[in-house]
């Protein structure tokens, strides 16, 4: 299997990509945003069809955010996500003494093992709280918290 790598994804490729793995889409025009605003984004392209993708978010600095790791059911398995996590984490940067960087990242239900294999801690730990996270969304002009999707929850 040929897999070419490129810097670049379509908002269609993106929400067809996050409808793949049971995630919802989400509005056009916050895609087209964050594709354009992330510090690094890669996705995997096989035979002309988009088959994953992750990005990075970053200060720039000390304080970096991977989100966005999705590899289409069909070619899971097969060292895909492994391939773009890897060139995520080089994000990380040549470092020099004295330097540091903060990669957060939040893990769906299941995955923490595969972020394991980068290194990854999972909290709550001894050393470290749980992550916390908040989702808005926008209905009828109205703002509320809605709960998480997670993986294969359908809308
Ligand atoms: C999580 C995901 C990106 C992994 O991609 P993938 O291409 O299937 O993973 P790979 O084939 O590259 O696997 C890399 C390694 O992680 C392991 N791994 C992958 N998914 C795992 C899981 N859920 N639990 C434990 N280990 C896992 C593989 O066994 C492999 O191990 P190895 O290097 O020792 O052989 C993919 O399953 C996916 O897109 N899931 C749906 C979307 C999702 O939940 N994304 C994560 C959001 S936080």
Known sequence: MKINYVNDI???DYNAL????GWAEV????VKIGIDNSAFLIAAVSEGQTIGTARVISDGGYMALIVDIMVLPAFQGKGVGKELMGRCMDIRGNLTDGQSVFINLMAASGKEPFYAKFGFDTRPNENAGAGMTQYLCC??????????RQEHDKD
């Open 18 to 21: 996050r409808v793949a793995v």
């Open 10 to 12: 379509s908002v269609e």
């Open 139 to 148: 209905c009828d002009g109205k703002v509320s918290k809605q709960a998480i």
């Open 27 to 30: 509005e056009k025009t916050q």
